[in-house]
């Protein structure tokens, strides 16, 4: 929500439950032969016929140099390289460095890593190429908001254990940028991971810093090493409920401008990730890209973030009266409010009609936040009188004050999340507008709600569009901590949403066949230790022009 209710002010309380410049060129830094592999190694944005390998060498302590490395593809765990070739880890991008490989044959597995020039190795790593022409399945993972000070990534160790996954979906918040003593601080200091650097991040060092901690998470690492990731960011990797021009959690007078924070962020993510650099002289922010999966789906990445985003609506005050919310119920629609934009809206109009002239039975849209309407939930109804009351005498008095005031607010209207696409129903209409026209079959994907979603969306005039699968968080709290079975009320008081877990912690896994794709939504037993238990939350299918089953 990103009323003063938002989920940032409900969720940090409880914590237990454009250039990419940025700095003048420098002389030519003097070359390393040796360093260590302290951040495993990373493949993303898969091809036909190769993907992209990433690796950060770590030089020791006071040193700073390029490290020249060889990279190795072979077409087995142990076998002797099919492609090689050579790349710098240069000083310039904090000693991580990328290759693009290419000339692989497609739908095969490959195993690469990197070696130093004293003959020093990298672990070893793995991708599977897309496939070409008959596809017969595809196994997807999806993920998103991995908050560091949140809890162990064991959704990750699952992941990496999985023995068939083609790809992972990442939807952002890979990582975050609040402080030790803000969001999670309190799980973090009871399990001992406390963010680095301990402030919330601004600078370019911070948000390395930030990017080079995740990456030395054992469960993180076993994943990137395991399949291939296809990355977007979500708000996080900047600041929370980021926009075009500017952020909830940004400040100007004490944080500088909004650009300089934004630049930052993204060079530091273009460094750390495995995805293609951006193209000289175009914008960062328009990393929309797609990925074909043979004669079976089309992958559309969107920007919902830092390209075209209106500021999101919100109240003025703790508790918008009448007139206000009025107001704001009156500019969700808006029409010139915008998620995607113009041009990268007829960039998924082409990409999905030449899916669909190509007869491919799906079009895959992954898309940061939840795009199905998901009214405010009415917990008195949905819990009874009683019922509602016992959960407010067990919570503490700010938190009864909270969950009042979003009561309030939703009663007078407002939905569940102005940060999602119920903030921009225009702009959603034409989005599904643009479906309908080319005729495509989406099944949408989304992070950010820290919750597990199956939807059947809908436009205005009630006509049926596709389907959703929403992923829950790999670490970062939830409103069911608080509220525990607001996601069985949310289904409930929901048309759209055909399932809602609110509660755990975990990631999809989505099975696409030529006739169905099947939600299984993985959960872990617990974050607050390394050792968990696997478990499913519930499984649910999709067919073209049928509304969600839950199998399971």
Same mark, same amino acid.
């Given at each position: 929500?990103?009323?003063?209710?938002?989920?940032?002010?409900?969720?940090?309380?409880?914590?237990?439950?454009?250039?990419?410049?940025?700095?003048?060129?420098?002389?030519?830094?003097?070359?390393?032969?040796?360093?260590?592999?302290?951040?495993?190694?990373?493949?993303?944005?898969?091809?036909?016929?190769?993907?992209?390998?990433?690796?950060?060498?770590?030089?020791?302590?006071?040193?700073?140099?390029?490290?020249?490395?060889?990279?190795?593809?072979?077409?087995?765990?142990?076998?002797?390289?099919?492609?090689?070739?050579?790349?710098?880890?240069?000083?310039?991008?904090?000693?991580?460095?990328?290759?693009?490989?290419?000339?692989?044959?497609?739908?095969?597995?490959?195993?690469?890593?990197?070696?130093?020039?004293?003959?020093?190795?990298?672990?070893?790593?793995?991708?599977?190429?897309?496939?070409?022409?008959?596809?017969?399945?595809?196994?997807?993972?999806?993920?998103?908001?991995?908050?560091?000070?949140?809890?162990f990534f064991n959704a990750f160790a699952d992941m990496a254990a999985l023995d068939r996954l083609d790809a992972v979906i990442h939807l952002g918040d890979y990582i975050y940028e609040y402080g030790a003593d803000g969001y999670g601080a309190e799980i973090g200091q009871k399990i001992g991971r406390i963010p680095d650097p301990v402030h919330e991040t601004v600078t370019l060092d911070d948000y390395r810093r930030r990017h080079a901690q995740?990456?030395?998470?054992?469960?993180?690492?076993?994943?990137?090493?395991?399949?291939?990731?296809?990355?977007?960011?979500?708000?996080?990797?900047?600041?929370?409920?980021?926009?075009?021009?500017?952020?909830?959690?940004?400040?100007?007078?004490?944080?500088?401008?909004?650009?300089?924070?934004?630049?930052?962020?993204?060079?530091?993510?273009?460094?750390?990730?495995?995805?293609?650099?951006?193209?000289?002289?175009?914008?960062?922010?328009?990393?929309?890209?797609?990925?074909?999966?043979?004669?079976?789906?089309?992958?559309?990445?969107?920007?919902?973030?830092?390209?075209?985003?209106?500021?999101?609506?919100?109240?003025?005050?703790?508790?918008?009266?009448?007139?206000?919310?009025?107001?704001?119920?009156?500019?969700?629609?808006?029409?010139?409010?915008?998620?995607?934009?113009?041009?990268?809206?007829?960039?998924?109009?082409?990409?999905?009609?030449?899916?669909?002239?190509?007869?491919?039975?799906?079009?895959?849209?992954?898309?940061?936040?939840?795009?199905?309407?998901?009214?405010?939930?009415?917990?008195?109804?949905? &819990?009874?009188?009683?019922?509602? %009351? @016992?959960?407010? $005498?067990? /919570? !503490?008095? #700010?938190?009864? *004050? &909270?969950?009042?005031?979003?009561? %309030? @607010?939703?009663? $007078?209207? /407002? !939905?569940? #999340?102005?940060? *999602?696409?119920?903030?921009?129903?225009? %702009?959603?209409?034409?989005?599904?507008?643009?479906?309908?026209?080319?005729?495509?079959?989406?099944?949408?994907? %989304?992070?950010?709600?820290?919750?597990?979603?199956?939807?059947?969306?809908?436009?205005?005039?009630?006509?049926?569009?596709?389907?959703?699968?929403?992923?829950?968080?790999?670490?970062?709290?939830?409103?069911?901590?608080?509220?525990?079975?607001?996601?069985?009320?949310?289904?409930?008081?929901?048309?759209?949403?055909?399932?809602?877990?609110?509660?755990?912690?975990?990631?999809?896994?989505?099975?696409?066949?030529?006739?169905?794709?099947?939600?299984?939504?993985?959960?872990?037993?617990?974050?607050?230790?390394?050792?968990?238990?696997?478990?499913?939350?519930?499984?649910?299918?999709?067919?073209?022009?049928?509304?969600?089953?839950?199998?399971?």
């Open positions: 929500m990103t009323l003063k209710i938002n989920r940032r002010s409900l969720l940090a309380a409880m914590g237990a439950g454009t250039g990419m410049g940025l700095a003048p060129a420098a002389a030519a830094a003097p070359s390393l032969r040796t360093a260590r592999f302290l951040h495993g190694v990373a493949s993303g944005d898969p091809a036909a016929d190769g993907a992209v390998i990433w690796t950060r060498a770590t030089v020791a302590d006071g040193v700073t140099g390029d490290v020249p490395l060889v990279w190795h593809v072979a077409a087995s765990a142990d076998g002797k390289p099919v492609k090689s070739g050579k790349v710098i880890a240069a000083a310039a991008a904090d000693n991580t460095a990328k290759a693009e490989v290419s000339g692989l044959k497609p739908a095969s597995d490959y195993w690469f890593w990197f070696v130093c020039q004293d003959g020093t190795a990298s672990p070893r790593g793995r991708f599977r190429t897309l496939p070409v022409g008959r596809t017969d399945d595809l196994v997807l993972a999806v993920v998103s908001c991995q908050l560091w000070s949140g809890g995740a990456k030395t998470d054992p469960a993180l690492q076993a994943a990137h090493a395991r399949a291939a990731f296809i990355c977007v960011w979500d708000d996080h990797e900047t600041a929370n409920d980021s926009w075009l021009g500017g952020a909830e959690n940004h400040t100007p007078a004490s944080e500088g401008t909004w650009a300089a924070r934004k630049a930052a962020a993204l060079k530091a993510w273009f460094e750390w990730m495995p995805i293609r650099s951006p193209r000289a002289g175009s914008d960062p922010a328009a990393i929309y890209r797609s990925f074909e999966f043979g004669d079976l789906a089309t992958l559309a990445m969107v920007e919902t973030r830092l390209l075209a985003r209106s500021r999101q609506i919100a109240a003025k005050g703790a508790t918008p009266d009448a007139a206000e919310v009025a107001a704001m119920l009156a500019a969700r629609q808006d029409p010139s409010r915008e998620m995607l934009g113009a041009g990268q809206l007829q960039w998924l109009k082409n990409t999905f009609d030449a899916s669909v002239r190509a007869g491919k039975p799906w079009q895959l849209l992954g898309n940061q936040v939840i795009l199905a309407r998901v009214p405010g939930p009415d917990l008195r109804a949905g &819990l009874g009188e009683e019922a509602f %009351a @016992a959960l407010l $005498a067990k /919570l !503490p008095e #700010n938190y009864r *004050a &909270l969950v009042a005031q979003s009561q %309030a @607010a939703f009663k $007078a209207g /407002l !939905p569940f #999340n102005l940060d *999602a696409w119920d903030g921009y129903p225009p %702009a959603r209409e034409r989005l599904y507008a643009m479906l309908r026209e080319v005729g495509a079959n989406p099944l949408a994907f %989304a992070g950010d709600s820290h919750a597990a979603w199956a939807n059947d969306l809908h436009d205005d005039a009630g006509n049926r569009i596709g389907a959703e699968f929403g992923t829950t968080a790999i670490t970062s709290p939830s409103y069911g901590s608080i509220l525990p079975g607001l996601g069985r009320i949310i289904a409930a008081q929901s048309p759209e949403v055909a399932f809602c877990d609110q509660d755990m912690k975990g990631y999809t896994l989505v099975t696409i066949t030529p006739d169905a794709a099947v939600a299984d939504f993985v959960t872990v037993s617990t974050v607050l230790s390394p050792r968990f238990t696997r478990g499913i939350a519930a499984r649910c299918e999709a067919r073209r022009g049928e509304s969600l089953r839950i199998l399971s």
